[in-house]
């Protein structure tokens, strides 16, 4: 290191390092004097003593600030003209007492546990939703319902409108369970929590078709994952337009995909086999 430092004299420290083989870093820590272990440092002279602390300690264990955040509490004492220490000497005070959690009393929400949709033949299980098409301007959508049996993948109901409605909703699944004969108990129909799947209208016509309705867990968007890679297909096919210039063009487009989804389209759910030549 000693020739190093004599080289790195004459021709410059990267040189010299280069020279010898060294890592920059490794010739300024040797050159470098070594320090001893550092002061301990000097408490400021405004800082609590601990008896201070643990007054302060059991004003936030009172009953009225029990479930109060320090920021609440500091808040309410300003208004009594009374000053025990800051917001941050709070904190650190509940920290150091193994306090630093949420203190204010919460609703506790209910855990819900995730759907499941077992389906060992056609009609037991569907599943249902509502997604946008574009207009022909910005802003402007139509929508389209689509109820697909979760056995075969088949879709065995749809429509396109022009708004989302309940009762279209209502009318499509009333339709598809007459057409389909889904009898009492027979059937289970899964949907997300949009507003038209659990609105009223729907809840008493399946109560009254004595069909089964479950729901996706809140904010869980993979919950309902046939009507969503349904949208995923259909959106994402080559001949899909960019926009729709009218209801009727976007319902002819469903007219032709339909047929496709359902007797072209191999499923990888499925065996990689089509709805239609699914085993029933």
């Given amino acids: 290191m000693q020739a190093a430092t004599e080289l790195a004299k004459v021709v410059g420290t990267r040189a010299a390092c280069d020279a010898m083989g060294l ?19 000097v408490s400021p002279p405004r800082t609590l003593s601990p008896e201070e602390r643990t007054a302060v300690l059991d004003v936030l264990h009172e009953p009225r600030f029990i479930d109060l955040a320090p920021a609440q509490i500091y808040a309410v004492l300003m208004e009594e003209n009374r000053y025990l220490c800051s917001v941050r000497t709070m904190h650190r005070i509940l920290s150091a007492n193994m306090e630093a959690r949420e203190r204010r009393d919460q609703i506790r929400h209910a855990k819900y546990a995730a ?13 249902w939703d509502i997604t946008k098409l574009k207009g022909p301007v910005k802003w402007s959508y139509f929508y389209m319902y689509v109820i697909i049996d979760a056995f075969s993948r088949f879709v065995v109901g749809w429509l396109v409108a022009t708004r989302e409605s309940k009762a279209l909703a209502s009318k499509l699944i009333e339709i598809t369970c007459s057409r389909e004969r889904i009898g009492r108990g027979q059937l289970t ?28 867990r809140p904010h869980v ?41 359902n007797c072209k389209h191999h499923h990888s759910g499925i065996a990689m086999l089509t709805a239609c030549f699914a085993p029933s």
Avoid at 203 to 211: E, R
Avoid at 228 to 249: C, G, I, M, N, W
Wanted: charged share 25%; with cysteine.
């Fill in 23 to 41: 890592a920059p870093a490794t010739f300024y820590r040797h050159r470098e004097p070594v320090f001893g272990p550092r002061e301990r440092r």
């Fill in 115 to 127: 759907p499941e949709l077992l389906a060992t033949a056609p009609n037991q299980v569907w599943s």
């Fill in 221 to 261: 968007s993979n919950d309902n994952p046939y009507s969503e890679a349904h949208f995923k297909t259909l959106k994402y096919r080559p001949d899909f337009p960019e926009r729709f210039d009218s209801v009727q063009h976007a319902r002819a487009h469903c007219v032709d995909f339909i047929p496709w989804y």
């Fill in 189 to 216: 129909i899964h949907a997300d929590r949009g507003s038209s799947m659990t609105s009223k209208p729907v809840a008493f016509l399946l109560a009254d078709l004595g069909v089964t309705k479950t729901h996706s």
